[in-house]
């Protein structure tokens, strides 16, 4: 299935290869990088790129590009979904997954690479499972391994493999058992000139990070279950429970993980909780553009919006902004034309202003194209959809675990035309 | 993190002579020097230091890693293959796997070491030896790798036959001579009940042998229960896998529909006179059809695979979603949208792929993504593919009731600042406008109106897509004809003006006084054109020519003349040919007479289709599918069967004795139960599946055996302390046993070349055998006696129905503990009935069982007349499927119906197993882990001895007591009765009434359910 991997920065260099089968010499990345070429922004490289004798597949993660060599028909979403995982892998080990940290690790990395494919095909992808085969460096470890020459290759053997929660390891101790649960959700949405909404959806997940000792059977009940359309779940949630009594059951995997990701049935009507007032002009002739912004809360059930963050790419047209923010500061790249302005918290009673010209092109006519806003912004303990959890049980072990829910409501890709 | 590289190299800083490794260990070298440093590394893989060799294996992968050849060191890496420390052995065999093929006689050296590690005892280091020996490519070992993999595969330990599914595409990719031998080996690996080969050696049959399509009839149902529990990369290829087998062996669930389908679609578009004729044909296709019945294994597919659209990987739910789309019946399909849906939130790759196959969906089923059609807006921050594709995709949905609110959307997408973007807009409103009748004028309107664009890209868009619309009905719109003959003074793009100037050409009739104007502007800037642009001149010119020859006449001489001289051979054949085909000469040949009708034919209207139409003949989700080209090893997708193949091709038989008996070697194939799927399973067809294993018969048959013995001597007394004697006499028969056992072990031992840990096993299957034959007869007769004696004291009673409540018809049940002997892995039920009334009960039976899938009832016979006063007593068979699920059914009297329900309390759940001691402790050696379970407890005041807990355990559970040296512990084994999983107990005592109790069992369910009970039981 999967030929090879090479890595790739962003300055086009091939910093890391791997070859499950007979080596692939990495000429072949010729062809990735032709794609490369051609495409203007950095996401427009075509996922699959066909060349006479092998499929390149890549992904494009943390500036990185992980292109994958295939020689026959495989699904392309296998390899897709395949080098993400590597990646999530990456990032759960060294903390980020960047040129550098894969470059300090590079061992780690080779003996991760080894386990997670065989042949092309995947065998251990789960953490929980490579955790126990290859142990995650930290600081101390490091430090101890280069006096003491121990490694970081686990002593015992992964009988996680073995088991029919391959998810769970055996043995887990704590001192202090917890269980935190952080429910998440965004707000996709599409506003228009008007401010009237074109489409608003709510997706959520469920983020857990579950430290209980032993071999926990935990059960998560909701208030109103009935507001989750469309439901993805980690394999550990027993599915033929779901479908009948709409309760998470499970026994979970150490550490944290994705519970559950959801869609709020289309059907109820999205809360916004942000407008925006504009008012953004060129007039032909002037080499100025008036520019007008003003932010406000809609429906936020009396919570406080905070961390704003407004962003527009502005034509290419314009040379330059001047404008004045009431609070918070603005940036603007004359280069890439991005305006960001970052707001900070709305306060409902003096609401964030950002005013002043735009600069043109002297001689050239007014650009007929309108910016489009990108909103982010984070309203905490408060799920849009108003999803509450009802309650929390453990069976299977004897002590009290501490339990915690937490909630959150995102702007996702959350746009307003002008 | 930041903080590591100081902390690390201070600490360093004590022990220099360490090499730093973390970093580049060649970079900074000049070439020459790259000898030396590799002698340094020699030397310190020569060294005795663990460390040392560590450090430089280290090194060593760092330059795999980078690209960098280090081929030269493998003499000395290849010595410490052997080596003790585990991550040294580790780094060794990548390099092994890594430069094997290319030192060929050197990696020899090292087979020897995996072969010895392939006879360990710990399966993972068999494993992992087999893994590193099937991938050292060098063809000399072929035999040694067949017979490895032949060996692994018939392993006992899953984990190891997985390993083996992974070797077979090696080997094959290796040697493909060795094809006929491994698709042996694939036969009966597929045959495999473990959910962890099932994804492997799917994966190895779809390398090999994907046309062996009748390897999977057996298979088949097994692979579809399987399947929620098997991981879910091997999910993505067994469900690719059985799409492809569906489509051979089931018929096409829309095979009415289709028909139906096509005409009305027919009519949807065609004009009236072709309506007409189609009404005239549906009654026809209509009597055509035929009453279409859904094969309940295709069924079986859909409904086991419909749960997995909740996966997290969206591999799996792209996988699903082709299959439903390639075998649901038409109305079943829309499910798979919301999951498509979803998956576009994810990474943009994943979009990417997803929409490519939405796209091709969206064509054959619009319904499916109209709800959907909000979630295919488009927004500026989207790469530029993936907007092309939502554009795709909104075109392909769009009719006549949304087609306003895409219009508008549309609208929109023109002001954008990416302008390949607005360009594909513009197709799409193209598209849009030849689609649906309706709306061609405003788009045309608007598109007329792009025509002032300041951006040429747009207008030079608008003025391709117009072309396209005004061939349509040219007629009525020469003002936007003349419109766009204006335009060719400004628009530069060559595609733009090539269309103009065709348009002006074709359609001269309606422009006659522009069109010669044209053809004069053209002909001075004839030689700065592009090719199109030139060859669009040549054609102008020869129209005109043709229509109005007065006025252009001369201009159309010019044109050719410096078509002549062109640089380009086909501007210059093509002039020739004109001049040849309008200009009348005396040699010029017939064609001329007709050369007006050759370049003024009315010509159809060219039709703007989807990209993705038709891509569905290629399995969506797949690679070629997304390249729209056939991909090396690409399985086509069959078409439906005219009619259904045999379906009992999938049925499996369930084994007799004899055969079990000769396939042995089969049975130390441990079940694992899959994990959730035990609720999951089917009734029907799964249950023949299910029961198709040979080692839950003969080990229940065998425990049944002396199991039946042991109950009946129990019901004979009623005191328990005839019961204790009892129990002795059991341990004497189990020393005899023993003894036998003893002899058979040794023969068995010079007979087989089998490893000795399955050999016993081995041997126990052969006893039971022995013992079930001589204890046959008694069996059946216990069993037919079973059936008229009343349940003995001993026996705890259940009440089924009380007496008031049933008005007067009393039933009782009871967990007889003996085999039933219909069905071995079903627990057999005693049922009393008792009328108490004073009437006649008649026709007693069971009726609508309700039951957890996978579970099943093997209902008692009806009892014809029940007489006032008089009881009754009758077995039936429940398989709990080893769960304490109630099994809830109707009982019915002539008169009266009740809901009933039986629920096993878990130690009724399993039926003896026979086992020596050493067996036991073997057996507990391998549910180690989180299949123990261990528990501390206080024993009850009436605990004093062992006889009571012996006695106390076995009333809580069908088990049987296992000899045991020590006076201290109290050893007890049992089996599932409906997957054969071994059941341990061990109840050690301490002084003081203490005590400590251990269940292993593979079910952890069942363990911790029983260590419950049995505490209870205990601490009373």
Request: aromatic share 6%; net charge neutral; glycine share 4%.
């Amino acid at each position: 299935m999967i030929h090879s991997l090479f890595l790739v920065n962003a300055s086009g260099d091939i910093f890391l290869e791997k070859h499950w089968k007979s080596v692939v010499s990495r000429s072949v990345c010729d062809y990735f990088f032709e794609a490369l070429e051609r495409a203007t922004e950095p996401e427009n490289v075509p996922p699959v790129i066909p060349t006479p004798h092998h499929f390149l597949i890549n992904v494009l993660r943390h500036r990185i590009y992980f292109v994958a060599v295939i020689q026959s028909e495989v699904p392309p979403l296998f390899v897709i979904e395949f080098l993400h995982r590597v990646v999530d892998t990456f990032q759960d080990y060294f903390g980020v997954c960047s040129e550098a940290a894969i470059k300090d690790n590079v061992v780690v990395v080779y003996e991760l690479l080894e386990e997670m494919l065989d042949n092309g095909f995947p065998l251990a992808t789960e953490s929980n499972i490579l955790k126990e085969l290859i142990k995650p460096p930290t600081i101390l470890r490091t430090v101890v391994n280069t006096i003491t020459g121990s490694t970081n290759v686990g002593e015992q053997l992964p009988t996680g493999q073995l088991s029919v929660v391959p998810w769970r390891r055996t043995g887990v101790k704590y001192t202090n058992n917890e269980a935190y649960f952080d429910v998440v959700e965004e707000i996709d949405a599409i506003i228009d000139k008007s401010g009237s909404t074109i489409t608003a959806e709510i997706q959520g997940v469920i983020d857990a990070c579950v430290k209980l000792t032993g071999m926990p059977d935990l059960t998560l009940s909701f208030m109103n279950p009935r507001l989750l359309d469309d439901v993805s779940f980690h394999p550990c949630v027993r599915f033929k429970r779901w479908e009948a009594e709409r309760i998470l059951s499970f026994i979970p995997p150490d550490g944290n993980f994705r519970l559950l990701s959801y869609h709020v049935s289309s059907q109820n009507l999205v809360a916004i909780p942000v407008y925006v007032k504009h008012n953004i002009s060129f007039r032909e002739g002037s080499s100025q553009g008036r520019f007008e912004l003003t932010l406000g809360p809609k429906q936020t059930m009396g919570k406080a919006v905070e961390s704003v963050l407004v962003s527009s790419q502005l034509p290419r047209g314009v040379l330059n902004a001047n404008l004045s923010p009431s609070q918070g500061t603005y940036t603007f790249d004359p280069v890439t034309k991005l305006l960001s302005w970052d707001v900070g918290k709305i306060n409902p009673q003096k609401l964030p202003s950002l005013k002043g010209s735009v600069s043109l092109q002297t001689g050239a006519s007014k650009p007929d194209e309108n910016p489009t806003i990108n909103i982010q912004f984070k309203i905490q303990q408060l799920a849009i959809s108003g999803l509450k959890v009802n309650r929390l049980d453990m069976y299977g072990e004897k002590y009290k675990p501490f339990k915690g829910i937490k909630y959150m409501t995102k702007a996702g890709k959350f746009q307003v035309r002008t | 993190v930041s903080a590591a590289p100081s902390a690390f190299s201070d600490e360093k800083g004590g022990s220099a002579s360490e090499p730093e490794y973390g970093h580049d260990p060649a970079s900074g070298g000049i070439f020459s020097s790259d000898y030396k440093r590799h002698d340094d590394l020699k030397e310190m893989l020569d060294s005795n230091k663990d460390s040392l060799k560590l450090e430089a294996m280290k090194r060593i992968v760092a330059m795999i890693a980078r690209g960098k050849n280090a081929s030269d060191l493998f003499p000395a890496v290849v010595k410490n293959v052997a080596c003790k420390n585990i991550e040294v052995k580790k780094l060794v065999y990548v390099y092994l796997v890594r430069y094997a093929e290319e030192q060929q006689d050197l990696a020899l050296l090292s087979i020897s070491t995996f072969q010895r590690g392939l006879k360990d005892p710990n399966q993972l280091i068999r494993a992992s030896a087999l893994r590193v020996l099937s991938s050292i490519r060098v063809t000399i070992i072929v035999p040694i790798m067949m017979l490895a993999i032949k060996e692994a595969a018939s392993d006992m330990s899953p984990y190891v036959r997985k390993t083996a599914a992974h070797a077979i595409p090696k080997l094959h990719s290796l040697d493909p001579e060795q094809k006929d031998q491994l698709i042996e080996v694939i036969e009966k690996l597929l045959a495999d009940k473990t959910t962890l080969v099932a994804g492997s050696v799917v994966m190895a049959f779809e390398e090999v042998c994907p046309d062996r399509i009748d390897l999977i009839h057996k298979n088949y149902r097994k692979l579809c229960n399987l399947l929620i529990d098997v991981e879910e990369w091997g999910q993505v290829v067994i469900i690719n896998m059985l799409t492809r087998y569906a489509r051979t062996q089931f018929l096409n669930p829309n095979i009415n529909e289709s028909l139906l389908e096509e005409n009305s679609e027919k009519a949807f578009y065609a004009s009236d006179d072709e309506e007409e004729e189609d009404k005239k044909a549906e009654p026809a296709t209509l009597a055509k059809r035929k009453p279409y019945v859904m094969d309940p294994d295709h069924r079986l597919l859909l409904r086991n695979t419909k749960p997995l659209l909740q996966s997290r990987n969206a591999a799996v739910v792209m996988a699903v979603a082709q299959l439903y789309f390639h075998l649901a019946p038409k109305a079943e399909v829309g499910i798979i949208a919301k999951a498509l849906v979803r998956l576009m939130r994810s990474h943009s790759e994943v979009q990417y792929v997803v929409l490519q196959n939405v796209a091709t969906m969206s064509i054959k089923r619009r319904g499916m993504f109209e709800p959907y059609l909000k979630s295919f807006y488009i927004r500026s921050t989207d790469p530029t593919q993936i907007k092309v594709l939502k554009l795709e995709v909104l075109t392909n949905l769009a009719n006549e009731t949304n087609i306003s609110t895409i219009l508008r959307e549309f609208q929109t997408y023109i002001k954008s600042m990416d302008k390949d973007f607005v360009a594909a807009s513009i197709q799409a409103i193209g598209r849009c406008a030849t689609n649906i009748g309706e709306v061609r004028d405003t788009c045309l309107n608007g598109l007329v109106q792009l025509l002032s664009n300041r951006d040429e890209l747009v207008v030079a868009e608008s003025v391709v897509v117009i072309k396209k619309l005004l061939q349509m009905q040219p007629e009525q719109h020469s003002d936007i004809i003349k419109h766009m003959a204006k335009l060719i003074d400004n628009i530069q793009v060559p595609m733009a003006r090539a269309s103009i100037l065709w348009l002006i050409g074709e359609y001269c009739e309606h422009v006659p006084k522009i069109a010669p104007d044209v053809l004069r502007k053209m002909a001075k800037s004839f030689t700065n054109e592009e090719d199109i642009v030139k060859l669009q001149i040549i054609n102008l010119a020869a129209k005109l020519y043709l229509t109005n020859s007065k006025q252009s006449k001369l201009l159309t001489q010019y044109v050719l003349n410096l078509a002549k001289y062109d640089q380009n051979y086909d501007i210059r054949d093509r002039a020739r040919f004109i001049r040849q085909l309008i200009v009348p000469t005396d040699k010029s040949g017939a064609l001329s007479k007709y050369a007006k009708k050759l370049f003024l034919a009315l010509k159809p209207a060219p039709v703007l289709e989807s990209p993705f139409k038709d891509r569905d003949h290629f399995q969506l989700g797949s690679l070629s599918h997304l390249l729209n080209a056939k991909a090396a090893g690409y399985q086509e997708l069959p078409n439906w069967p005219e009619s259904a193949p045999d379906p009992s091709v999938r049925n499996v038989e369930i084994p007799d004795w004899s055969k079990c008996s000769s396939r042995k070697d089969r049975k130390e194939k441990k079940v694992e139960k899959p994990f959730y799927s035990d609720s999951e399973g089917e009734s029907g067809p799964t249950e023949s599946a299910d029961s198709g294993n040979c080692e839950s018969d003969s080990g229940s048959g065998s425990a049944s055996a002396s199991g039946s013995d042991e109950s009946g001597s129990g019901s004979e007394s009623e005191e328990s302390g005839e019961e204790t004697e009892s129990d002795e006499e059991e341990e004497d028969e189990e020393e005899e046993k023993k003894k036998r056992k003893k002899l058979d072990k040794t023969k068995a031992k010079k007979q087989a070349e089998e490893s000795a840990e399955r050999c016993t096993i081995h041997t126990i299957h052969q006893i039971s055998c022995i013992i079930n034959f001589d204890q046959f007869d008694m069996n059946k007769i216990t069993s037919v006696f079973s059936q008229t004696l009343a349940p003995s004291g001993s026996i705890k009673m259940y009440e089924l129905l009380h007496r008031i409540k049933g008005e007067g018809l009393a039933v009782e049940y009871c967990f007889s503990r003996q085999p039933f002997s219909p069905e071995p892995n079903m627990v057999a039920v005693q049922i009393q009935f008792t009328n108490n009334t004073n009437s006649e009960t008649k026709n007693l039976h069971i009726e609508d069982p309700r039951l957890q899938s996978g579970m099943r009832i093997r209902e008692f016979a009806e009892i014809d007349v029940l007489a006032a006063g008089e009881s009754v007593t009758v077995v039936m068979g429940i398989d709990f499927c080893d769960s304490t699920q109630a099994a809830n059914f109707q009982l019915c009297t002539h008169t009266r119906k009740f809901f009933v329900s039986i629920q096993p309390p878990v130690g009724e759940l399993m039926t003896p197993a026979f086992l020596t001691e050493n067996d036991f402790k073997k057996e507990q050696g391998k549910l180690m882990g989180m299949n123990e379970i261990l528990e501390k407890l206080t024993l009850g005041e009436k605990c004093v001895n062992e006889h009571v807990i012996v006695e106390r355990v076995t009333a809580t559970a069908n088990l049987s007591r296992v000899p045991c040296g020590s006076d201290k512990e109290c050893r007890f084994a049992g089996k599932t009765v409906s997957s054969g999983c071994l059941v341990l107990v061990t109840v050690t005592t301490k002084e003081g009434g203490g005590a400590q109790l251990t269940v292993n069992c593979e079910k952890m369910l069942i363990g911790t359910m029983l260590v419950k009970d049995i505490l209870q039981a205990l601490s009373q």
